[in-house]
């Protein structure tokens, strides 16, 4: 079984003041937390969604396969959608990573890659909470590929049957995606 992961980096960031996957986390920009666990977890070689001209592209490049999603402000689901198009045909599974999400531990995407199957969809949970990424097995891609809006793929895991991987990576339920969540993160990495 080949697992790969999709990092969405193609939102407008509509809560911030800036270009919140590029701000600097303990030394380098909070996309390559992202990006270096999506590596380190041992997937196959990451697609990487972002906005056309986005700097994004400049960091990952040469690493991941890169989707300019044009119509990105549209929502999540266009990015989704235009970048399970570009799975390639060995992928049984994919992980579908958020660029705002740094602090989620490679190891968890490991065990999320081995807990899934082609007909499956297997998400994190942290003390009974879901989290995210979530992994979508290939059987799934289809109906991933019509996504539009700003809904991902959440209305899905609504439909559909869910292999729970209850795990010990608080991570999985921190997203950034406010000047104040940012600040914590910071706060998070100077405690000793």
């Known amino acids: ?3 790969g992961a ?34 380190a977890a041992g997937l196959d070689a990451p697609i990487v969604a972002i906005a056309p001209g986005s700097a994004v592209r400049e960091l990952v490049d040469g ?14 689901g266009h990015s989704l959608s235009a970048s399970i198009a570009q799975a390639p045909p060995h ?6 990573c958020l660029g705002d999400m740094p602090f989620v531990r490679p190891e968890t995407l490991a065990a999320l890659a081995a807990a899934g199957h082609i007909d499956s969809v297997v ?42 991987l209850d795990c010990d990576d608080r991570a999985v339920l921190f997203d950034i995606d406010t000047p104040d969540a940012l600040a914590e993160a910071r706060r998070f990495l100077e405690r000793p």
């Open 63 to 76: 690493r991941a396969e890169i989707v300019e999603v044009a119509n990105h402000a549209s929502g999540m």
């Open 123 to 164: 998400r994190p949970r942290f003390a009974g909470r879901p989290g995210n990424p979530v992994l979508w097995g290939r059987a799934y891609f289809s109906e991933l590929g019509r996504l539009t809006g700003d809904q991902g793929g959440r209305e899905m895991l609504d439909r559909y049957a869910v292999k729970w």
């Open 1 to 3: 079984m080949t697992v």
């Open 6 to 39: 999709i990092l969405l980096a193609a939102g407008s960031a509509r809560r911030m003041r800036a270009d919140k996957l590029l701000a600097q986390l303990d030394g380098k920009p909070m996309i390559l937390h992202t990006f270096d666990a999506i590596v």
């Open 91 to 96: 992928w049984t599974a994919a992980i579908i």
